[in-house]
């Protein structure tokens, strides 16, 4: 059984801060400077004007005349993710973070840890300390769809297996595959709805065969999670906590930032705890002084431990604080090997080049997600189907 822990609205929450009344008036995220100008998760009030998150900023503001943009706080929302995550960690749970606010962890190796579902769910709660809906069903997509019908003190449980997941989903509207972010880019939702599909009941009605003709992967993708399917879950690996911030003690911008990041470098790789460790991707924020804090994530080439080098890939990112800082923020997010500055006399070419093979896989995986190095797996060459003559697979090296 699969547990969706679903905080609704936590981004703007967080953003919102001491001002709760924010939440009480139509009120949306404002988009993120020099992205799309789309507004992010939007108040009940906001709801009422047709207001959706991902909606153009003028369409929405066309809506709701009097809505209320709340400048983003990615760096509190990424802090506070982090200890929610950690405290559901604590009771045991494999955790797969979809997004800020949804999260989801299997619930079967808990069972008899716990005293069965609502064991786990009271542990879950109380680890959490803070209100959040939880939905329990046989697939991460139905149990995300339980979640939101779900309430604080009343869980949505599915039990059974994919018919029963399959008859609950049928229902519920279609604009719940928004919850998946490769749907909700190509908009699918909305072509279906044009098109009369308003129940995931009647997409699942639909032959596959017309999905995939029509929409190509991401109609079957539509029609597996529809049918009560989905994919396994990957939880996330544990990571250790390294970060150094700075107080600036005026309004910094420029030179001034240069300068702050150059000693939150050298500060962090003094840090005991690097363990002379090289440092292979790390977090750039700062809290800003109109309110408001900037967040950007750097994939070093190669994991460094080289301070002039670290500042040679992250001093151009300085330039994309939207305003001037009143602290600078470093963190670790993934460490390397451990630094050396001499290599073996005794490795042989063959294993120095599948060595550097092996560190340039991780690299391209740290930056674009585990699916960025795969080969190519010949099943069937003499097939008259191209689909089935090879398929890809994970490159281990």
């Known amino acids: 059984m699969i547990v969706c822990v679903l905080l609704p609205r936590f981004q703007l929450t967080v953003a919102a801060g001491d001002r709760a009344e924010l939440l009480q008036v139509p009120a949306a995220l404002a988009p993120e400077p020099g992205g799309a100008q789309r507004v992010g998760e939007v108040s009940l009030a906001a709801e009422a004007f047709g207001i959706h998150p991902g909606m153009q900023l ?9 809505l209320v943009l709340v400048p983003p706080d990615p760096a509190g929302v990424a802090d506070l993710w982090e200890r929610l995550l950690v405290r559901l960690e604590s009771i045991g749970a494999a955790v797969e973070p979809e ?3 949804l999260a989801c962890f299997d619930a079967q190796g808990l069972l008899r840890l716990h005293g069965g579902v609502d064991g786990v769910l009271s542990v879950a709660r109380r680890a959490l300390r803070m209100p959040a809906r939880f939905g329990v069903a046989p697939s991460r997509f139905a149990a995300v ?3 939101t019908r779900a309430r604080v003190r009343r869980p949505v449980i599915v039990s059974g297996g994919r018919a029963q997941a399959r008859a609950f989903l049928a229902p519920l509207p279609v604009a719940l595959l928004r919850a998946r972010a490769a749907l909700a880019e190509a908009g699918l939702h909305e072509t279906l709805e044009r098109l009369g599909v308003q129940t995931l009941g009647e ?3 639909l032959p596959p065969a017309a999905l995939a003709d ?5 109609g079957l993708l539509a029609y597996e999670l529809a049918s009560g399917g989905d994919g396994a879950l990957c939880p996330r690996q544990p990571t250790e906590i390294l970060r150094e911030s700075l107080q600036l003690p005026d309004a910094a911008s420029g030179m001034q930032l240069e300068r702050g990041l150059g000693l939150l470098i050298d500060r962090l790789l003094a840090r005991r705890e690097r363990q002379g460790r090289t440092l292979r991707a790390v977090f750039l924020s700062a809290i800003l002084v109109e309110r408001g804090t900037w967040r950007e994530r750097a994939v070093f080439r190669e994991a460094l431990a080289d301070p002039v080098r670290m500042r040679l890939a992250l001093a151009p990112r300085l330039a994309l604080v939207p305003a001037p800082a009143e602290v600078l923020r470093l963190a ?5 090997p451990p630094a050396s500055g001499q290599r073996s006399l005794l490795d042989e070419p063959a294993a120095a080049r599948t060595a550097r093979l092996r560190e340039a896989i991780r690299q391209a995986r740290a930056a ?3 699916d960025a190095a795969l080969r190519v797996l010949e099943l069937d ?6 689909e089935r003559r090879a398929v890809l697979a994970p490159f281990e090296g």
């Open 214 to 218: 029509r929409f190509g992967s991401v």
């Open 203 to 205: 997409l699942a009605a």
């Open 99 to 101: 997004r800020p606010g």
């Open 145 to 147: 769809a339980a979640s």
């Open 381 to 386: 060459p003499d097939s008259r189907v191209p």
């Open 368 to 370: 674009a997600g585990p």
């Open 332 to 336: 670790v997010e993934q460490f390397g």
């Open 58 to 66: 003028g369409e929405a503001l066309a809506r709701g005349p009097r």
